[in-house]
């Protein structure tokens, strides 16, 4: 990728564009191209092309042809071009953009505002603190009450779990990265779904993992896929989100997770089961508990299920409060391996949290309230202004994963933050790069937000055309 405000060669532009002169590409299709990359920041905006003269010669075609096409690419605001400077890379809506007064629309983190009722329970919290001299100020392993309190939840829901079972982390994510940095060795394989929650591919990877992926859809996974890449692949790990699944919102059936739990254990694969989204239960019709609930527990000999829960998602981000539920051995190892990364939970957080999980069964249905009411919005807007999108419904979770009509998810994401919208486009969620014909749509921001926010897409939309991506 060329730096913004450097000159770009001939060849570099078409390298990015696919050979010009054996496809005869006409002047529109190639414009349409360099659109693209200018969209998805793989030109950066300012970078200087080639002049026309150059960019003929290169591409073996009549200087016509890119004279028209630079044309195009002025008109609809691709490019700027100046005497003394030549032409430059540009965004229709920049200077639009500048201009434009009022907040921008977030479709780009899944982030819930605080559940209903919290304020009051933080109050109650810091109106009762304990003398926090008694707690210790770095804490590794988590409060004793808090540990209890996600403990009984656990066997509440199903699953017998004693606290030496828990270690509570700073959030899901860091339960994530701890327990990748402390099973997976260098070179490691680890299997991921494709698409995923991408902080948790990221910190496989930066533990050292050779990632596989087994696909998902909104309509849940392709089993037969998944066993058979554990079989043949014998993941050390086995990261997973079987319940209103980042970004699908799919749920994987109980019989499966039976299936799964057998195939990963007769391999020695470590199933990691991310629970973060688990409380997210708009109109599932069944809870089949925590997964675990299928797997034989951690032994000497043979691996279990890891299940990684966190209250940002049900509760409220800023709380900061995940855990890691395992073996007692298993907790005592990602203690051990714990200060590497973090030195532990703040302690007021936790007598928060404490209380929190004690009332989650009380709390939850404020969550879920709101997410029926969101889901309604983006749906309804979505159905309005972008009937050609397909939209799966999801019985849960926090976000759509929608197709589009074309595969321009990251041109979409390109063209809307010139817009004020912040978008995740379908590729950030594979390994791959693949994924262009989808887009998580989140309906966690305000109503009025996701309303104003899907005007705007289906603007930008329509204005991207029938541009499509270039030599993908
Ligand atoms: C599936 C999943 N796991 C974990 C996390 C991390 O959440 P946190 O670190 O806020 O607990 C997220 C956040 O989006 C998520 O979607």
Known sequence: MAASGARMSARALLSMTGDLGVEAVAYSELAGRIRVLIADGRIPVDTRLPSERELAAGAGRSRTTIVATYQALRESGHLVSRRGSGSRASLPHLAEVSKRPGRAVDFAGSVPPPVDGLSE??????????????????????????????ADRYTDRGLPTSPDQIIVTTGGQHAISLTAHTLIRRSDVA????????????????????????????????????????????????????????????????????????????VGTTLVVDEATVDLDIDRPWDNGPFARHALPHTADGPGVI???????????????????????????LVQ??????????????????????????????????????????????????????MPWPDGGL?????????????????????????????KFSIDG??????????????????????ILADAWAELGDVRLAAR
């Open 121 to 150: 329970l933080i109050a109650e919290t810091v109106a009762a603190l304990p003398d926090i001299t008694a707690f210790p100020g770095f804490d590794l392993l988590g409060q004793d009450a808090l540990r209890e309190a996600i």
């Open 191 to 266: 299997l991921v779904e494709s698409p995923t929650y991408p902080h948790a591919y990221e910190a496989l990877q930066r533990a050292g993992a050779r990632l596989v992926a087994s696909p998902v859809t909104a309509e849940g996974w392709d089993v037969p896929h998944l066993l058979g890449l554990i079989a043949q692949t014998r993941p050390r790990a086995a990261y997973l989100i079987p319940d209103f699944h980042n970004p699908t919102a799919a749920s994987m059936d109980p019989e499966d997770r039976a299936r799964l739990a057998h195939a990963a254990r007769a």
């Open 307 to 333: 299940t990684l829960g966190s209250l940002s998602k049900s509760i409220w981000s800023g709380l900061r409060i995940g855990w890691i539920r395992a073996d007692a051995a298993v907790v005592r190892r």
């Open 337 to 390: 391996a714990r200060p590497a990364g973090d030195l532990g939970t703040p302690p007021i957080e936790q007598l928060i949290g404490e209380r929190v999980v004690r009332r989650l069964d009380e709390l939850v249905p404020a969550r879920r309230r709101l997410l029926r009411e969101h889901r309604a919005v983006l749906g309804e807007a979505l159905h309005r202004r972008l009937p050609q999108w397909t």
């Open 399 to 427: 976000s759509m994963w929608v197709q589009l009509d074309r595969p321009a998810s990251s041109a979409l994401a390109a063209a809307c933050r010139a817009r004020g919208i912040s978008l995740m486009a379908g590729p």
């Open 434 to 455: 693949s994924l262009e014909r989808f887009l998580r749509l989140p309906f966690t921001s305000p109503t009025a937000d996701l309303d104003a926010g899907v005007a």
